[in-house]
Antibody, heavy 125, light 107 residues
Framework: EVQLVESGGGLVQPGGSLRLSCAASGFTFSNYAMNWVRQAPGKGLEWVSYIGRSGGSIYYADSVKGRFTISRDNAKKSLYMLMNSLTAEDTAVYYC??????????????????WGQGTLVTVSS | DIQMTQSPSSLSASVGDRVTITCQASQDISNHLNWYQQKPGKAPKFLIYDASNLEMGVPLRFSGSGSGTDFTLTISSLQPEDIATYYCQQYDHLPITFGQGTRLDIK
């Protein structure tokens, strides 16, 4: 069974940093690209970032470019997001989502076929 | 960026009704359109890919159609467990964009 479990969310002050993690199980992690998608309270879904299965293809939404860094460790079956210079507009539930189908890089996001349960990031003083 | 506009934003229907949600892209995206269902307090669930292909395990009362700029998600006979917010998503161009969502509840 495919499982994605996010962690690392919490309360952070404006201008602060946070590192999110997503632990994957139930599939060959190194075969799949991964994404981060966020959802502000009461709002819709916003794609944040993508990383190809080898880490060679990386993309960001303009709203986080230059502040967020996506990475992965295939040996640890984990996805990460380092978030710097956080603002109130970054307050959201952050989901990691597997990308489908599995393909050789270079690749771009296609389908988000499995999602974690999300981790809440609150930026507030 | 490609804008995805869903209508209606919210919808009330009765059990057994046929329900239709539309999604319009701001430019031609071929069939590069997916649909997701999100129940309250839960993560989104993938339903339909490439506009009309049902993900394995999704009930057959769900169907999708369309190409170019206009797309439709249809539930042929609404069930109580279908209460959720539905999102379309395009992957034709980066950045990936979602519709604003259609909230569906039971009348």
């Amino acid at each position: 069974e495919v499982q994605l479990v996010e962690s690392g969310g919490g309360l952070v002050q404006p201008g602060g940093s946070l590192r999110l993690s997503c632990a994957a199980s139930g599939f060959t992690f190194s075969n799949y690209a991964m994404n981060w998608v966020r959802q502000a309270p009461g709002k819709g879904l916003e794609w944040v970032s993508y990383i190809g299965r080898s880490g060679g293809s990386i993309y960001y939404a303009d709203s986080v470019k230059g502040r967020f860094t996506i990475s992965r460790d295939n040996a640890k079956k984990s996805l990460y997001m380092l978030m710097n210079s956080l603002t109130a507009e970054d307050t959201a539930v952050y989901y990691c989502a597997r990308d489908f189908p599995p393909e050789d890089e270079p690749t771009t996001p296609v389908i988000f076929d499995y999602w974690g349960q999300g981790t809440l990031v609150t930026v507030s003083s | 960026d490609i804008q995805m506009t869903q209508s209606p934003s919210s919808l009330s229907a009765s059990v057994g009704d046929r329900v239709t949600i539309t999604c319009q892209a701001s430019q031609d995206i071929s069939n590069h359109l997916n649909w997701y269902q999100q129940k309250p307090g839960k993560a989104p669930k993938f339903l339909i890919y490439d506009a009309s292909n049902l993900e394995m395990g999704v009930p057959l009362r769900f169907s999708g159609s369309g190409s170019g700029t206009d797309f439709t998600l249809t539930i042929s006979s609404l069930q109580p467990e279908d209460i959720a917010t539905y999102y379309c998503q395009q992957y034709d161009h980066l950045p990936i964009t979602f519709g604003q969502g259609t909230r569906l509840d039971i009348k």
